[in-house]
């Protein structure tokens, strides 16, 4: 099992920018795809971008296509969310996930996640 831990989170106004982490612990990241989800209260968690293992293949939700970078550096065992132009209503909590083999726009199909790193966007 990989454990995972977010950090980056915090309050920003609206136009501007977030770098989110998830530093993996316990096995090597570099054998997991890794995807970035977000929630908000009372509603369902939503894919917001994911990675692959070799950092070749990335894929965004349309919310954040043009604005959101997911990129990995598995020497330092990190994932990162760019996150730039910020909207209001990209306030949630961020969490990340990893699992084997392809990345999955479904959060089902991911087994470790972290504990979530809040993201709160002024207006």
């Known amino acids: 099992q990989v454990q995972l831990v977010e950090s980056g989170g915090g309050v920003v106004q609206a136009g501007g920018s977030l770098r989110l982490s998830c530093a993996a612990s316990?096995?090597?990241?570099?054998?997991?795809?890794v995807g970035w989800f977000r929630q908000i209260p009372g509603k369902e968690r939503e894919f917001v971008a994911y990675?692959?293992?070799?950092?070749?293949?990335?894929y965004y939700a349309p919310s954040g296509q043009g604005r959101f970078t997911i990129s990995r550096d598995n020497v330092k065992n990190t994932v990162f969310l760019q996150m730039n132009s910020l909207k209001p209503e990209d306030t949630a909590v961020y969490f990340c996930?990893?699992?084997?083999?392809?990345?999955?726009?479904?959060?089902?199909?991911?087994?470790?996640w972290g504990q979530g790193t809040q993201v709160t966007v002024s207006s």
């Open positions: 316990g096995r090597t990241m570099r054998a997991y795809a």
């Open positions: 990675i692959n293992w070799s950092g070749g293949t990335t």
């Open positions: 996930a990893a699992k084997v083999l392809d990345p999955s726009m479904s959060s089902t199909d991911y087994r470790n």
